[in-house]
């Protein structure tokens, strides 16, 4: 077993936490493998270089964190080795909470409240009226879906916007590229919780922007892939968006010198709207029990998709 | 008909959509209120000393906003005239986005990550885990049970304390005078959304801050009545509190040489939690055809409670 994984991650509570579950379990911590052909189970975020290649007698890789991208793009990922996504809930959740926060900080005018505290200044703003502000989600998985339930249940009027048909009451959900226009048209909010694929990478560029609402206002939970960043600098100077919330970027740690830094209408959060903890040491347990049963995984993510 | 109401409402929307509704209407906005045998409906936040002695055909009063404080504190609020509590849900949810900002706020490093930008410095900061953190609600009328209902589907450990029993699924509900230090001993989150009375005013004062655990946050969208100000700085300052985020004031407009402005771990806001806008005006067009027809008021507020 090894693991190339976030670095807020704690590799030694996972063996401590895993070792109670699983007698003798034998738990490495990449760089210090071993013996590459004795790996049944590789849990990772994205494999060193080659890695891959050289685990023979490997069962099964599971995925931490959410997106799939990073293990995509790996060329030595092997064909036949199912992977798996850890269905613990707190990922989404914790990705939810985040852009709960981030629309309700715009919405009640947080930022402008904490400059008048500076002042001294006490002069109340109008809200706008709730059910009239629209909540578009990008990608209706187990993030854009829960973050559509809370919003409607705080009142929003919401949209949800995937590639295959999905349902869920109370929000107006749509698919396929064709309805892309419509879905982001109107928001007040346009909220990237996509998958990255090659059928979403760079999907919000100037044409997107153009598209979205005079003084919507983006926010980007997705990959810094999905989003031309050069047209969304060009979107916010005209004026076109109001800002953006972004947690991803194209580089990421976002180099030094990198304008967003200091552009007056985004806001840069350093890649935290997951921050993963150890919910899912259980079912690593439980996933690992099932390969050492000869039984085969479950919840194994599409390689067709990508996600 | 008459009103002094909120600076925020627009009174010339209430008369045109109020006209809509009821054909001759006689609306009129204090001071030019014409006869005071006139007036059978009072819509008011709170009324003009002495006013309510000279209306004498007055059958009902119609509160504008939450708290009903400000209106029982009327010496001359008559007896035995029904007040009416609007029962239009933004008014609960308005303030229930307040708190789960606030909250969110603090859970999420939203001020540590502004300040981060500023320098350009990329660093991630754990968050805790959701499901450990407390939040106790004070107050579980229609705003405490929502923000409860939201909080718990975000994950957090809810907590609930009312005057009288209250029964939500997955909240620990406790009420009665002798259980409040339960409810806020172990909280990492300590919400005031009490209504002002006698019973509550100055509730949260040297003893309440004492009783809460050392590093909490304290949030007020109740009254400042319920704090006494002097005993909040001092635990702010002692450390017993990590900080708080009041929306409500002993005096407001908060005085310009208060030093609540400054103090580096208080968030102010301008009495905004609950920023009422236009819901009510369907119930008041209602209200004011059961008055015409004879019939009694619904929703009228228990007056021996003061709520």
Known sequence: ???????????????????????????????????????LLVLADF??????????????????????????????????VPIVRLQDPTIASQVVEYIVLYVLSRHRHLEIYRRQQLERTWHPIPTRVTSEVIISLLGMG???????????????????????????????????????TDVI?????????LPLTPETRG???????E????????????????????DLQTALESRQLAGATLDVFSTEPLPKNHPLWAHPKVTITPHVANFWLDGGIDEVAQL????LAGCSPQNVVDKSLGY
Chains 1, 2 share one sequence.
């Open 288 to 291: 690992y029990r099932r390969l």
């Open 203 to 209: 999907i919000c560029d100037r044409r997107f922007f």
């Open 47 to 80: 494999a060193p270089p080659g890695l891959f290649r050289s685990l023979r007698n490997l069962r099964c890789i599971c995925k931490l964190g959410a997106g799939m991208d990073a293990l995509f793009e790996d060329p030595d990922l092997p064909e036949i």
């Open 142 to 180: 187990r993030i854009g879906a829960k973050a559509a339930e809370i919003f409607q249940r705080l009142g929003f009027a919401v949209k949800g916007w995937s590639r295959t048909a999905k349902k869920i009451a109370g929000v107006e959900c749509l698919f396929g590229e064709g309805t892309l």
């Open 1 to 39: 077993m090894v693991s190339r994984y976030p670095e807020y991650l704690d590799p030694a509570k996972w063996r401590r936490n895993l070792a109670l579950q699983i007698e003798g379990l034998d738990f490495r911590v990449w760089p210090d493998v071993g013996k590459n052909e004795d790996i």
């Open 185 to 193: 048209g109107d928001a007040d909010y346009v909220i990237c919780a």
């Open 211 to 230: 598209a979205m609402k005079p003084g919507a206002w983006f926010i980007n939970v997705g990959r810094g892939g999905h989003v031309n960043e050069v």
